[in-house]
């Protein structure tokens, strides 16, 4: 990757305690970042990074948020 190269990033949310999404649910949800984005497919394997989870607060309901994006 080269500076200013464009990456996806997304959120993934569950319902608080809910086990951690699969690594395939994570790298499909970077998937259809990249695809709403229009960058091209994943040259290979996508590799991503994950960040959480976050309790957060929607609407009154308790939420785990994972933050992922491509590397």
């Given amino acids: 990757m080269t500076p200013g190269t464009p990456i ?9 305690g809910d086990p951690r999404p699969s ?3 994570l790298r499909r949800a970077v998937e259809r970042d990249r695809e709403l984005l229009r960058l091209p ?4 394997v996508l590799e991503i990074a994950v960040a959480g989870p976050y309790q957060i607060l929607v609407d009154g309901r308790e939420i785990d948020e994972y933050v992922v994006w491509e590397r």
């Fill in 41 to 44: 497919p994943a040259n290979g």
């Fill in 8 to 16: 996806a990033l997304t959120t993934v949310r569950v319902p608080h």
């Fill in 23 to 25: 690594e395939a649910d």
